[in-house]
C-alpha cells in the first residue's frame, strides 16, 4: 500500500536532531508566524537559571494526525518527541518517538487552537506535566537540577535516556532508545516497575491535567477557563520553605467530630480501620515511624522495601497501615494479628498470611523542602504527582465537598467512617486539631483497664468484665463502666495473660465511683482498649459498652474523654469552640458564674464542658480597702478580658503558676502537660532539655483553654516571647520543635518577635525584711520611668518603635517589635547594646549588674530575659502580688502618670474599655534590625 504523503504543517514531517549542536529554538521560530499562532515566541528571558526539579509535559495534539508530544526540560529548553500512538504502560510495547526541534520552556504550558495555515495547526490541550529525573543506575537528580542537566545532555547524544516521571498520568521509569532507521527515530517503552499496568490504555485518560478539558472539547467550541497550572517545583508552593530532613516527627491528630456534613473548604478522606505511620525516606532506605514517634520498620519490612523505593532523595509521607479482609475492606481484627510481633520469623511468616499495605494521605517533605505549612489541598496535589503507587503502598482517596454523600458511600462499603480535613489546613506536627475532624459511624474511644470482674459459668477461669476508666476535663481518672461483651475465648485469655501482672491492691480512680460490681481485681491502668458504646450517661457512665480491641499503639497518658465538636458551620476559626462567637462565649460563661453561688459546677463554653471547683477558695487576700479576691473573681476576669488576652497568648508556649491555695500558700511552675481536660487544650511537641526528651506544652489559643488555666489556679500567665506560627514573617525557619536541643534552636521557638527590655527598681522603702526584694514604692516607681524615658528616646533615635507595659509587679517592661531574622543569642545582644549604652550615660541610675548587692539604689535593666527557657508575664495578665496587679499596656504619654496597682482584675476592663487594646497590633508593627545590626 503507498505511503500517504505528509503534509508541510504536520510537525511530524519535518523531524530534526535535536539533540545535535544545542539547537537554540531559531528552527522553533523560524517555522511559526507569532503574528498568527498562539503559541509562545522564544523569549530572551526564558528561565535557563531555574530552581527545583526538572519538568516535563505531554501535549495531546491533533494536527493532521493525533499524537503526543513528549517534552523534556533539558538545560532551560524543552527537548521534544512527538509519539503517534502514545505513551504505554506495558513493558512489552515500544512506541515509535520522533526527535523534533527545541520548543521554549513557556511552551510547557500552552493549550488552544493553532489556526489553520499554520505549522501544526489543530487542536492542544496539556494531557500530563509534572517533574522528572534522570535514573541510570536507580539514582535520581530531583534534588540536583545541575546534575540533572548534565546526565540527561550525556544521555541524549549517547541515544539512550532512562527517566523518572512524577505527573498525574506518566510515572514511574521510562526509556527513550535511538534506532538506527532514522537520524531522528527514537523509541519509548515503559521500565518494569509498579507503575506497569498492561491491562489499561493509558490514553484513555483524555482530560487536559491544566483546563480538564479534552481534544473534543475544543473541536465543539468550548473556551479554555482561566486557571493557573499547578506549581511543579515543591518549593514553590505557598509556605513551603527548604531545610533538612526532620529527625524527629509526630503526626498530626483529628478531633472527634459529632456526625457527617457537606462543606466545600472541607476535604473528606475514608476512616480506615488500621495503625498511622509516617514513612521517612531517605537514600532508598525507609523508617517507619508510629504515632508515639516509635520504630515500626522490623514489623513490616515488606513495607519498608516499598517505601523505600520511592523515587526520592528524601521524603516524609503520613499513612494508615492497613490489613484487608476476604470482602477487601480494612479489618484491625486481622491487623492486630501482627501488632506485637516482634520474633522475626514470626513477622516473615505474618508477612504472607496477613499481608499489609499503606495508604498514603499527606506528604510533609520532599528533596530538601518542607511542606508541612503548605495549605493542605496544595499538598495532596503534590503528593498525588510524586507517589509511587505500588500493590501495597497505594495513594488514599479523598472527596472534595461533598462530606455527607461520601460518608454515606464508605460506610456503605463497611469503613469506619470518614475524616474531614479542612482544605488550607497546615499540618500540626504532634498536635490534636480542629482542622481535622473524624467522624465515626459507631462512636468509639480508647479507655483505660482498671480492672475486671470475676467470671461465672463459662468465663470461670478467666473474667467477666473489664472496668474502665477515662481521665476527665480535670485529668482526674474517673471510672466510666463495664465491657464484658465483645471478646471471643482466644481473646479473654490473652487479655487476662497481659493484664495478671498489673494487679494491685487498690483501685487507681482519683475521684472514688459512687457503684461497683462486686469481685474487681484491680490493675494499673496502663492497658489501653477500644470500646464501641451508645453515649454517656448523666453521671459519665458508658451506655452499652463494647470491647473492640486492644490499642497498644496508644499511650495511656493519651487517653481522655473526649467531646465531639460539633459539625463546622459558618466560617472556620482557630478557636476549638467552633460554633459561637467569643463575645457569645463570654456572655454564656458571665452568665453561669453569676446565676450559681455553688463552690462547683460544670461550666459549658460553646460545645465543651470545665468542671469547676472550689470557686469561693480566696486567691488573694483583702488589700487596703478592697476585698478578698476568689477563683471565681479570676475565672471571671479571664473571660471578661478574653478578646484582648487571647491574642497576646496565641500560638506562645505557655508556662503555669499555680497557686492552689492562693498567693499566700505555696506554689509551682508547670511546662510539661501529662494529661489534658479536653480536646479542646491545644498542645505542641518540643524538645526539653531539662526533660531530655520532648514533651507537651500548652497553647492558650481558645476561651476554654484559658478557663480551665483559673479552674487550676493559674495567677500568672507567663509565655514565650516566640510564637509556633509562622505567620507573617517565619516561613523561612522550621516548625518541627522535636527531637533535639538543635532542632529547637533552627525552629520559630528559637526567633522572638521581640526585643524585651525588663526593669526593675532594685530601690528600697525601708520596710522590707532582711534579704527580701525592694516592695513597689512611688520613689522607685517614678525611678524606674524616668529610665524607660531615656531607652525610649535611644530606641527612637534608632528608628525603633517600642510599646510600654507594666510588670504588674514593681516595674515596666518595653517591648521591640521585630522582624525573625534574628535568633534570641542575636536579640539578647541588640537588648545588651543598647542597656549597655544607657548604664554608661547614666552610670548612677542604671545597672546591668547580675549580682544583687550591686543593683542597689539603681534601676536594673535585665536583658537576659531574651532567652528562650524565659518567660514574662503576658500583657493583661494578672500577677501574684497583693492586690492582684495586672501587667497593664500603656501609651508613652502616660509613663509617670500612673501607678501599677492602679490596675487589677477588677479594674482592669474598664480600663481597656476607655483606652481600648493598646496591643492590639503589636505584630504588625514589626521592624527589620537587619539596617542596624548590618
Given amino acids: 500500500m503507498p505511503r500517504r504523503a505528509r503534509s508541510k504543517t504536520d510537525p511530524a514531517a519535518a523531524p530534526t536532531d535535536g539533540a545535535k549542536n544545542g539547537d537554540d529554538l531559531d528552527r522553533y521560530e523560524g517555522m511559526r508566524d507569532f503574528e498568527r499562532t498562539p503559541e509562545p515566541p522564544p523569549s530572551p528571558a526564558t528561565p535557563v537559571e531555574r530552581d527545583g526539579p526538572l519538568t516535563f509535559v505531554i501535549q495531546k495534539h491533533r494536527a493532521t494526525r493525533l499524537h503526543y508530544d513528549l517534552r523534556l526540560e533539558v538545560d532551560g529548553v524543552l527537548k521534544s518527541w512527538p509519539i503517534p500512538r502514545g505513551p504505554s504502560t506495558d513493558p512489552k510495547e515500544r512506541r515509535l518517538a520522533v526527535m523534533t526541534e527545541d520548543h521554549p520552556f513557556d511552551y510547557g504550558t500552552f493549550e488552544g487552537l493553532i489556526p489553520k495555515g499554520q505549522y501544526g495547526a489543530g487542536e ?24 540533572a542537566n548534565r546526565r540527561m545532555r550525556e544521555d541524549i547524544e549517547a541515544g539512550k535516556v532512562s527517566v523518572h516521571f512524577r505527573g498525574h498520568k506518566m510515572k514511574g521509569s521510562w526509556a527513550l532508545v535511538k534506532t538506527t532507521q532514522a537520524p531522528n527515530s527514537w523509541l519509548a517503552l515503559k521500565h518494569r516497575d509498579d507503575a506497569v499496568d498492561s491491562e489499561h490504555d493509558l490514553t484513555d485518560l483524555d482530560a487536559s491535567v491544566i483546563s480538564g478539558l479534552t ?20 518549593a514553590g508552593l505557598p509556605g513551603a520553605k527548604r531545610a533538612p530532613l526532620p529527625g524527629t516527627l509526630l503526626p498530626m491528630q483529628a478531633s472527634l467530630g459529632d456526625g457527617p456534613f457537606s462543606d466545600e473548604r472541607w476535604l473528606f478522606e475514608p476512616k480506615l480501620d488500621g495503625v498511622r505511620v509516617l514513612a521517612l525516606v531517605e537514600d532508598g532506605k525507609a523508617t517507619l515511624r508510629s504515632r508515639r514517634g516509635l520504630d515500626m520498620t522490623a514489623q513490616y519490612p515488606g513495607l519498608a522495601v516499598a517505601f523505600g523505593r520511592q523515587p526520592a532523595h528524601t521524603m516524609v509521607l503520613d499513612g494508615e497501615i492497613v490489613a484487608l479482609d476476604d470482602r477487601g475492606v480494612p479489618s484491625f481484627e486481622r491487623l492486630q494479628q501482627r501488632l506485637n510481633l516482634v520474633n522475626a520469623h514470626e513477622i516473615q511468616q505474618a508477612e504472607r498470611t496477613v499481608p499489609a499495605l499503606c495508604y498514603v494521605f499527606d506528604l510533609l517533605y520532599i528533596d530538601g523542602v518542607d ?17 509511587l503507587p505500588s500493590p501495597t503502598v497505594r495513594l488514599m482517596d479523598y472527596v472534595e465537598g461533598e462530606g455527607q454523600a461520601a460518608y454515606e458511600a464508605w460506610v456503605g462499603l463497611g ?15 504532634g498536635r490534636r486539631s480542629n482542622r481535622w475532624v473524624k467522624l465515626k459511624h459507631r462512636t468509639t474511644d480508647e479507655f483505660l483497664v482498671c480492672g475486671y470482674t470475676k467470671g461465672e459459668g463459662s468465663r470461670g477461669r478467666t473474667f467477666g468484665a473489664l472496668v474502665l476508666g477515662t481521665r476527665d476535663e480535670q485529668g482526674r481518672l474517673i471510672h466510666v463502666g463495664q465491657a464484658g461483651s465483645g471478646f471471643d475465648d482466644r481473646g479473654l485469655a490473652a487479655m487476662l495473660k497481659q493484664l495478671e501482672p498489673l494487679r494491685t491492691d487498690a483501685h487507681p480512680f482519683e475521684v472514688t465511683p459512687t457503684t461497683l460490681p462486686k469481685d474487681i481485681t484491680w490493675v494499673r491502668p496502663e492497658v489501653v482498649v477500644e470500646a464501641e458504646y451508645s453515649n454517656y450517661t448523666s453521671d459519665q457512665n458508658l451506655r452499652a459498652p463494647v470491647f473492640k480491641r486492644l490499642r497498644p499503639d496508644k499511650a495511656p497518658h493519651e487517653v481522655r474523654m473526649q467531646a465531639p465538636l460539633a459539625s463546622p458551620s459558618g466560617p472556620v476559626v482557630a478557636s476549638a469552640s467552633a460554633g459561637t ?8 460563661v458571665l452568665d453561669q458564674l453569676e446565676a450559681t453561688k455553688r463552690q462547683q459546677f460544670t461550666l459549658e463554653v460553646g460545645e465543651h464542658r470545665i468542671a469547676l471547683s472550689n470557686l469561693d477558695k480566696e486567691m488573694w487576700p483583702a488589700f487596703g480597702e478592697q476585698r478578698p479576691l476568689t477563683k471565681r473573681d479570676l475565672i471571671s476576669y479571664y473571660a471578661r478580658t478574653a478578646r484582648v488576652l487571647l491574642p497576646q497568648l496565641r500560638d506562645r508556649p505557655l508556662t503555669m503558676t499555680r497557686y492552689p491555695n492562693g498567693i499566700e500558700g505555696k506554689f509551682f511552675y508547670q511546662k510539661h502537660v501529662d494529661s489534658l481536660p479536653g480536646d479542646f487544650v491545644e498542645t505542641v511537641t518540643s524538645y526539653s532539655s531539662d526533660a531530655g526528651s520532648d514533651q507537651d506544652y500548652i497553647l492558650v489559643n481558645n476561651l476554654p483553654t484559658l478557663l480551665w488555666l483559673g479552674q487550676v489556679a493559674d495567677l500568672a500567665l507567663h509565655t514565650s516571647l516566640a510564637r509556633v506560627d509562622p505567620e507573617p ?14 532542632q529547637v534552636r533552627s525552629s520559630l521557638l528559637n526567633y522572638p ?4 527590655f525588663d526593669l526593675d527598681p532594685y530601690i528600697y ?9 525592694p516592695e513597689l514604692n512611688r520613689r522607685a516607681f517614678l525611678k524606674t520611668c524616668e529610665t524607660a524615658g531615656w531607652l525610649k528616646e535611644l530606641l527612637d533615635s534608632a528608628g525603633l518603635a517600642s510599646f510600654l507595659k507594666t510588670s504588674g509587679a514593681t516595674g515596666l517592661h518595653i517591648y521591640v517589635p521585630v522582624i525573625r531574622h534574628y535568633d534570641y543569642a542575636a536579640i539578647r545582644g541588640v537588648a545588651d547594646t543598647f542597656g549597655g549604652f544607657l548604664v554608661r550615660a547614666h552610670p548612677k541610675e542604671i545597672t546591668m549588674e547580675w549580682t544583687t548587692e550591686k543593683r542597689a539604689g539603681k534601676v536594673f535593666m535585665d536583658a537576659n530575659q531574651n532567652a528562650r527557657h524565659k518567660n514574662l508575664a503576658a500583657a493583661y495578665s494578672p500577677r501574684s502580688k497583693a492586690g492582684a496587679p495586672v501587667s497593664m499596656p500603656l501609651r508613652w504619654d502616660e509613663l509617670g502618670k500612673v501607678y501599677p496597682t492602679d490596675f487589677t482584675i477588677l479594674t482592669a476592663d474598664a480600663r481597656i474599655e476607655r483606652a481600648g487594646d493598646l496591643w492590639a497590633n503589636i505584630l504588625e508593627a514589626k521592624q527589620d534590625l537587619a539596617a542596624l545590626l548590618g
Fill in 124 to 147: 492542544v490541550v496539556v494531557w500530563d506535566r509534572g517533574t522528572y529525573s534522570p535514573d541510570e543506575g536507580g539514582y535520581f537528580s530531583f534534588h540536583d537540577r545541575d546534575d
Fill in 215 to 234: 481534544i473534543a472539547d475544543l473541536q465543539a467550541g468550548r473556551r479554555l477557563p482561566e486557571v493557573q497550572p499547578d506549581i511543579l517545583d515543591p
Fill in 371 to 387: 511542606l508541612r505549612r503548605v495549605p493542605l489541598v496544595e499538598r495532596k496535589r503534590m503528593l498525588q504527582r510524586m507517589l
Fill in 415 to 429: 469503613l469506619e467512617g470518614v475524616v474531614a480535613k479542612h482544605r488550607d489546613s497546615v499540618y500540626e506536627t
Fill in 581 to 588: 462567637s467569643l463575645e457569645e462565649q463570654v456572655a454564656g
Fill in 729 to 742: 514573617d517565619g516561613h523561612h525557619l522550621s516548625a518541627d520543635f522535636s527531637g533535639s536541643r538543635e
Fill in 753 to 756: 518577635d521581640f526585643i524585651l
Fill in 765 to 773: 522603702s525601708g520596710k522590707e525584711g532582711k534579704g527580701e526584694e
